[in-house]
């Protein structure tokens, strides 16, 4: 019956039978309470008799007095604020080039949660980890509180005047001025830059990325006469091949490829097609983990592997072949093949940020016919303008000194560009230094004068994501501190009196045509939906026009070349360029630069939420560290025991990283090391501190004016005796090896059987013909009654792509503590809901040998896990204190009041998630650097007022959200109506930007989770038993008869199925 | 010998035993008068009907203990002409008076010529299960608002005490009868042996014990009798200890004073200004919302601008009356809260006054008379719990219910849906 005999397991730990995984691998908790007695036995008879005396005395005390609260009301209530009702705001966050569209959730005036914006066609309602965890930013302690000049406070006023004097003088002798910043997608702002730059003729925009897409665009230059970044559309594609693109984490515009790629993977009655993805790679990427088709190369392979892949398409193609090296992984004839089967229909992208690598994928596109289809030049995405070469040119000039005045906009090129040490050094030359940071980061430590801006949330502002496509960005919230938007800075600055707002409207006023009513019309219902696109650009994706009754033309702001040629690409120089400069076969270990889906660049450093949050393939947090495979490892002597390992020293010309942790990674390239970037930065605040980590930007390197993310020549890997433990979530909380957890097929068995994959356990009994049964059927219990909601979560494990943007929106939503590195390490993380992260591989993992094969590229599964609110809950039947007990709408409700923390609710969990308070989270010094979000006045802000902050010795754990289903059903029954799907929506299901995961009311059978699993009622012996018809959908530990409302649906690969090794 | 003092001792535990008893069961008893055909009745379901009634009808002018628009009607059963007339006044308060009854016209002229609506939808029983109601809270006696007491104790004693209570009267009525025919029937037999005893002749050792008389300090001094005393005494300590614990936090009655002197007699009674005017959130949010100083200037911009607490207004907005103006120094105005529910629950006022239908008196209490508002319910669980076991839903008109009303009435054999029954005890509806 099952034929799926892989070993999945949860990490190296486990495969070795770590000792430390085997102690903790059958408990629930890995430790006792925290209840030290240090006085001895002797003492803790009196201890007790004094605690209770003090408990006595406490309690008459409290006795005596409640203490006098206060009511106040707003002076002059604002119309639109009700105390209780939250209010929603359209903005827009633009972050390190990743872009969402964002609707603000506000409560009191205070912004609380960010969701995604429906409307954008763009984000089309997604938001990532970072966007949803940019709330907590805003009530960051250790933004600037008021300007500085020279470290010192000062009126913004007196600075002005000093900064428009000094500028003054310097254009006026000719000194060069220079505005370094990243990219900029705002039109009113770039506006403001022009008139900046008017005023001071010296003055020139530099504009680089933190993670760079330059060699796309000097590329497309090159191929089609363009230097823009294309659009892409992965919902088009059957075939896509990515060479080190990490699509899905954090290549470019991931929220909009998840959402288009995500599409791409769903599988159902009607839609039995899926696409077949490729993924070559050094590290275990996101993209990577999703593929269905990996393989693990080394940095210095890519340029053998484009041009071979080039070769096999050009044969076919009737083009020249250039000149490759030869590659011998199997799976590039196969994805040539595939691509050449679905020409116009596939997609070829490298995250490679080498411009002659990018112009071969360009020159295979171009022979697949993808331009037009899956790729659009026409609309590029403008989120990445960065170049590389001027911002190479600036540090040179900035160090000979021919610099006279710098203002950095909100930028960071000291901590986060790789010549940041030298620009450090350059910019005491430099006479005349701005920042516009919104912190004292590593460089506004440098600087004259700092003029923090506003956060996002306390902003005005416009932005373009994509040309045609207009985002609006309006505050949630006055500014709490006195700062101000760095488009004001700029404008006092070029002598401008007037305020941006107006700046704006005025520009907009201008760009759209309209005056008066007509423009005010425009504008508020631009400002209210947060978007809007032009016709012209009118995407592909079937969404309603978010504007479609505006009827007003844009003038395009934009003078980028839209004329875009035929391929003209310079193969034969590129591919020439490729084999000089990639030499594979070399033995130096190679490393393979990356960043994290969680911190990214490194800018929210300062965020303990995606410090806390799973690296989504290591399950590690707070820190980075070096990835090894186990073969290397092996070599290399580091050894991994009882969670801990050797830390190395890295060295690279004259740049050396000491004791940097490691971690043996499966499916890490062989001969290289992976390291995140966006660690170890020393000036973002506390929480970036405790996170410390190791700052690899002196290691990104250069190839053809492109920012190179790896090293390929001349590492040095030192294995240290010291030893270090990287605070991992992996492998807590295990399934004691049940087999029945992940259940996945291959799309040819699914096609021929929708049931492919699916184990379905049987119960032997006396009673049935057979003696089995179906484990559903029998029960101890009598089961429950729903007759008015039975809520219920969905989670295709096909669309599930990892990204924990689900985790953080829960944290948020939840009032989740963080509890910091030595607390994870405990294994007493608060996660409500985690992503389990399963290995598997065809190999037997019993042999020695096998285990090797098994951990060299082994297949990845993504699973959500929360808490399953069984129906027949086993953690119900063993609460003393009936502190969790069963609802008539199907939750399993936790009473936080009631509960004496006896955990025996835990213990009895099969899924293990139920989370238990070892310590009062909030208001404890303990963890102030940690959980930011409960220990001060204005991190509290932050939290969600109708959720209870839970308090030490208690349990807690999903609760589907309860607060948002009562909301909800509230609203329908003010209405006078049935709440729809529209009413009701969990904060992970919510935030998902791959729709994997759908809830709703199952009672209701116009409900998009009814229709999706196909929901039948069934009168079993007790009472009506949801029965789900769809062949895929299934509940994890089925046999166990616990009968949970989240029913998973099967992981289907788009692979041919594989002959098994013995 | 050992016969006789073994006697003694009975006595003594008996008479112990009764003052226990009576003790215990201390709840006054009240001794019937079957005056009519019409007796009120004393069962809980006529009771708890009867306060049902009573607070969907009769509250907005009467009170059991308190003279509002109508006299209060503790002991209304007692000091009218009779219950009959009760009824009839009730029905058609006019016709009565209009009939010249001496006891309704004098009490129409007493309380201003008001009117009183004509209950002619209740039956006699429905009549007589709201005078049941009002028997049982004459007997309680009024409540002490003084939140700290023993009082709230009863409140918390809950259910069980409310249901089983006058079963348990008759119970404790009986066994005292009872025990004291014992009494009586022992005694009786004591002074016969002792007869007996004395006719057959004694030595004098057993002439002693015989003749012994009752002497009181031989009973103080008799280990049952310390015993009894010292459990009585500790039962009731404890018992106070933890009635006083359950008191914690129950500010049923608080009633501080406030920056600005504001009176809900005037504003709310007086004035009859609608409760929503103010307090804007109570049909749209989880707060009634306490109302801003801008609510307060709509009407004292120009109304008692003169008066002393309405300059503590303008203080606080720094508004000139003399120029109409404000200044910049506006500081939002401290009120004390008087109503705190804890973090951990959730209350949400549309739901329960928009979606419900409830009055805002069911819970504030009077508050058109309040001239200082004090806090009139305990807000406690057993409370809260209390009234969603009690309240049925309002499920007119609103097509949320249909489908649920539908199913109840299949089950419920004509039973009116409860908050209760459609998961209104359970625990996240008000805790997460």
Redo the contacts between chains.
Sequence with gaps: MKDNKKQYWKGIEQLTNDPAFVKHADKEFSGDLPLGNEEGEGSSRRDFLKMMGFGIAA?SL??CE?P??????????PVDV????ANYYASTYFNGGDYASVVVKTREGRPIKIEGNPDSKISQGGVTAQVDASVLSLYDDERLKKPQAKGKVIEWASMDKAIVSQLGSIAAQGGQIRMVSNTIISPSTKAIVEEFKAKYPTAAHITYDTISAYGIMKANEGSFGVKVVPSYDFSKANVIVSLGADFLGTWLSPIEFTKQYSKTRKLNKGKKNMSRHYQFESNLSLSGANADYRTAIKPSEEGAVIANLYNLIASKSGRTKVSAGKSIHPYINKAASDLLASKGKALVVSGSNDPAIQTLVNGINDMLGNYGTTIDLSLPLLTKQGDDAAMDSFIKEASSGSVKAVIFYNCNPVYNHPKGATLAKALAKVPLKISTSDRKDETAALVDYIAPDNHYLESWGDAEPKSGSYSFVQPAISPLFDTRQVQVSLMRWADRKDDYFEYLQQYWKKASGTSGIAFQGYWDKAVQTGVFELESSTSPSENTTAMDSLDVAIAPQETISTTVSNFQGDIMAAAASIAKSYKSGGSDYELALYHKIGLGDGTHANNPWLQEMPDPITKATWDNYVTISQKDAGTLGIKMFEGKSNMVKLTVGGTTLEEVPVLIQPGQAEGTIGLALGYGRSAAGKVATEAGGIDANPFIGTKNGGLYYAITKGLNVEVLSKEYQVAQTQTHQTYMGRENVIQESVLSEYKKNPKAGRYEPKISTWQAEDHKVDPSTLSLWKGHKY??HHWGLAIDLNSCTGCSACTVACHTENNVPVVGREEVINRRDMHWMRIDRYYSSNAPVDDLRGLEVAAENPEVTFQPMMCQHCNNAPCETVCPVAAT?H???G?N??????CIGTRYCANNCPYKVRRFNWFKYHDNKQFENTNTAMNSDLGKMVLNP????RSRGVMEKC?FC??RI?KG??E???E????TDADVNTACASACPADALIFGDMNNPESEISKFLNIKDIEGDYGIDKHVQEPRAYHVLEEIGVKPNVVYLTKIRNKEEEKKEA | MTRNFSLARITTTLLISCMCLLTAGYNPLVAQEASSELVIPEDAASISKGEALFKGNCTSCHRVHKKLVGPALANVYERTPSIEWIIGFVKNSQKVIQSGDEYAVNLYAEYNNTQMTAFTGFSDQDIMSILGYIQQETLKGPEVASGGSAENAKEDGGEATGVASGYLTVLMVGLVVVLALILFVLILIITVLKKYLNQRGLDEDDAEVVNATLSLEGIAKSKPFIFMVIFIFSAVAFKTVIAGLYTVGVQEGYQPSQPINFSHKIHAGQYEIDCQYCHTGVRKSKSANIPSANICMNCHSAVKTGSKEIQKIYAAIDYDPATKTYGPNQKPIEWVRIHNLPDLAYFNHSQHVKVGGIECETCHGEIKEMAVVQQYSPLTMGWCIDCHRKTNVNTKGNAYYDNLVEIHDKNSGGEPMKVEDIGGLECSKCHY
């Design positions: 309690a409290a006795a409640t006098v609260r206060k009511a106040i009301p707003y002076v002059n209530k009700d105390p209780g009702i007759p008015n007990t609802s008539t709408e939750l409700q936790m009473t936080y009041n009631r109708d959720v209870t902050v609760s309860v607060q009562q059903k509230l329908a029954k003010k006078g109506r049935r709440p």
